[in-house]
């Protein structure tokens, strides 16, 4: 017993050893940390031969897959769920058909397969990769944008899809199996489903809120991995996918009160599996197969990825999304699964498909994972740029006291300020869809480009006795700046700051004020934020405006010595999130403050440090 424990320790020690080194290394070239892994699963297993059970670790490790779509149900309320219908059972549906027909046909004509083993064959390339699309999309910050959640709509839709694929198996079987076991397969599938959404509903809030009242964190981390983990076997019994149970079980919770708590028990262990999902996707590659059969090999994974590639894109095109979207979709997807290697396990027991097959089937599907980053990649070089919507520039009735140009948040608000204070104000600004927005609350906004001379020529700026730019970009900005004070020195400008460092290049054109859009705001929440822990108003007024001095001290300072200056006016403290660290001196109890506080000697203690950009 001890040399098997030894030997999992020193096995386990090597994974984690190479994920630490490979990951960050292939991030750090700009590869992707998925890649990584797969190169650290690579050199351990069939290169290095250190280990040599990669399948067993494979099985083990799609719990990260799991813990995956729990965290995406969680972040997908069913209002929202149901918001994207259309592109799961639209979308989602024609890519499964369209590319399971047209992987079938090229198993029927291209490798002489029998027509029920072309059907498995392609309709399991056609399914694609949740793991690898959705870390990828994670880490590029994508999954909220339009493309992510169109991938994602194919995604759970292909999840939806392997219980439909796996009961053709026994129907398709030469092994004589009766059609009653598909119909019974699909019947366990409904009653499990219908069995985790009533327990969903009338059984996790309840328990949750009594492990909760015990205070017992261990405990609430061990229900959390239980609801996982029991939704996940629950489906698995029922002929599902365990992913999906996990999928079905965040949904149902993602209304509950306990969702971030959840999110944050789960979120460790989902980061640690699957990463050790993507490397025991490299430990599993066999390279003996991909040595016997290199040459068909190596044409099936062009292939498969060219097909999917093309079909999702004609599809997302089909189904309105813009040219980059759609590139952005159909390079993302065009690997095979992982739950391919399920299904082709399946269909060679019960001989649809031959052992040896199967086998170059799972390294079909492990190369095209393992070229998802380049595809990905290949993919943004094929972008155009989707330019934003025109509309037709039309000044007529343009000309105020006020030229605004941009009208975001920033610019709205203002916008109410002037507006109730009985100033017109002419609005500008370059985004077809926020213009129709405003107009839909009254707001009349003429579309132009603030760059040019002839759109404020246009919109009145002859007229106006203060230009407000409120732009959200600072390199937009300067350009506003710098034109404005080429062509028109009279006019006044009144500028919306990105960040510090934004403020002081401001102030070096000498425009006559900015604010930045993040300060005023910050200093009525921290104000608030002291009232509300007891301390009276007229206090925490003298200490606010005390920081606001000091920070406008500081910005003189940084002005003419460099952003870096200004370090007497800083906390004795940095400001930093992390680590906490003991004051270098004994801070004062809330109930202790007085106007004390805001005497010289201490006063050099109260500004902020330069802050980061949102």
């Given at each position: ?17 190479g ?15 998925v890649l ?13 031969r ?6 067993n ?6 719990l ?21 219908r259309?592109s ?16 079938t ?5 291209l ?15 056609a ?18 944008q ?31 199996a ?22 969903g509903?009338?059984?996790l ?10 205070g017992a964190?261990?405990?609430m ?5 239980f ?51 993507f490397?025991a ?15 068909a090999?190596?044409?099936a994974v062009?292939?498969l ?12 095109r089909?189904?309105?999304?813009g ?6 979709v159909?390079?993302?997807l ?10 082709f396990?399946?269909a060679?027991a019960a001989?649809?498909?031959s ?8 390294a ?9 980053p ?6 943004n ?13 039309d000044?007529?009735?343009?000309g105020?006291?006020?030229l ?9 608000i ?14 500008i600004d370059s985004?077809?869809?926020r213009i ?9 906004i ?9 759109v ?15 732009t ?13 004070q080429s ?12 960040d ?11 425009v006559?004020?900015?604010?930045r859009?993040?300060?005023e ?34 910005l ?41 506080t805001?005497?010289?000697?201490e006063?050099?203690?109260m ?8």
């Amino acid at each position: 017993m001890v040399p098997e424990g030894g030997n999992l320790y020193l096995q386990s020690l090597m994974l984690l050893g190479g994920a630490i080194i490979a990951a960050p290394l292939f991030k750090r070239l700009g590869l992707g940390t998925v890649l990584g892994y797969l190169a650290a699963g690579i050199i351990i297993g069939p290169v290095a031969r250190l280990i040599s059970d990669g399948e067993n670790f494979l099985h083990f490790a799609e719990l990260g897959i799991v813990f995956l779509l729990f965290i995406i149900g969680l972040e997908l309320k069913p209002s929202r769920l149901w918001s994207l219908r259309h592109s799961i059972f639209g979308l989602g549906l024609a890519q499964v058909l369209l590319t399971g027909a047209a992987l079938t046909a090229l198993a029927v004509y291209l490798a002489g397969l029998p027509f029920e083993a072309a059907v498995i064959v392609g309709l399991g390339l056609a399914l694609s990769s949740t793991a690898f699309a959705m870390q990828v999309l994670e880490d590029r910050a994508e999954t909220n944008q339009r493309h992510g959640q169109r991938a994602f709509s194919i995604l759970l839709f292909q999840d939806l899809a392997i219980v439909p694929i796996l009961a053709l198996i026994p129907v398709l079987s030469t092994q004589g199996a009766s059609q009653e076991g598909a119909s019974f397969q699909i019947a366990a599938a409904i009653i499990g489903i219908a069995a985790l959404i009533l327990a969903g509903r009338y059984l996790l809030n309840p328990m949750f809120r009594i492990i909760a009242n015990t205070g017992a964190r261990e405990v609430m981390i061990a229900a959390a991995l239980f609801v996982v983990l029991g939704a996940a076997m629950l489906m698995q019994s029922a002929g599902l996918s365990m992913a999906m149970g996990a999928f079905i079980a965040g949904v149902l919770l993602a209304e509950s009160s306990y969702r971030h708590e959840l999110e944050a028990d789960i979120e460790p262990f989902r980061g640690i599996l699957l990463g050790l999902f993507f490397v025991a996707v490299g430990l599993s590659l066999n390279l003996t197969v991909i040595a016997e059969n290199w040459l068909a090999i190596l044409l099936a994974v062009p292939v498969l990825m060219a097909v999917k590639i093309a079909i999702v894109y004609l599809l997302c095109r089909i189904f309105r999304s813009g040219h980059d979207d759609a590139i952005r979709v159909a390079f993302l997807l065009p690997q095979g699964g992982e739950f391919g290697f399920v299904l082709f396990t399946a269909a060679s027991a019960a001989a649809i498909i031959s052992g040896s097959l199967a086998s170059q089937l799972v390294a079909v599907v492990t190369i095209s994972m393992a070229l998802t980053p380049l595809s990905v990649a290949l993919g943004n070089r094929l972008l155009a740029g989707d330019k934003e919507e025109e509309m037709e520039e039309d000044f007529d009735g343009a000309g105020a006291d006020v030229l605004m140009i941009g009208f975001s948040r920033y610019g709205q608000i203002a916008a109410q300020i002037l507006l109730a204070g009985g100033i017109d104000v002419t609005v500008i600004d370059s985004s077809a869809n926020r213009i129709r927005a405003a107009g839909k609350f009254g707001f009349r906004i003429y579309f132009g480009d603030g760059t040019r001379k002839d759109v404020l020529e246009a919109s009145g700026i002859r007229r106006a006795k203060i230009v407000a730019i409120c732009t959200q970009k600072k390199d937009v900005t300067n350009r506003i700046v710098d034109l404005i004070q080429s062509e028109f020195p009279d006019v006044k400008l009144f500028v919306r700051s990105y960040d510090r460092e934004h403020t002081l290049q401001l102030r070096a054109k000498q425009v006559d004020y900015e604010l930045r859009e993040t300060f005023e705001s910050g200093l009525v929440f921290g104000r608030r934020t002291l009232e509300k822990l007891g301390i009276s108003e007229d206090l925490a007024g003298q200490i606010t405006e005390a920081v606001r001095k000091r920070d406008e001290d500081r910005l003189h300072v940084q002005a003419t010595e460099g952003i870096l200056a200004g370090k007497h006016l800083l906390f004795n403290r940095p400001v930093t999130p992390e680590p906490l660290m003991k004051p270098t001196r004994e801070a004062k109890p809330l109930d202790k403050i007085t106007e004390e506080t805001l005497a010289p000697a201490e006063a050099t203690d109260m500004a902020v440090q330069a802050e980061p950009a949102e």
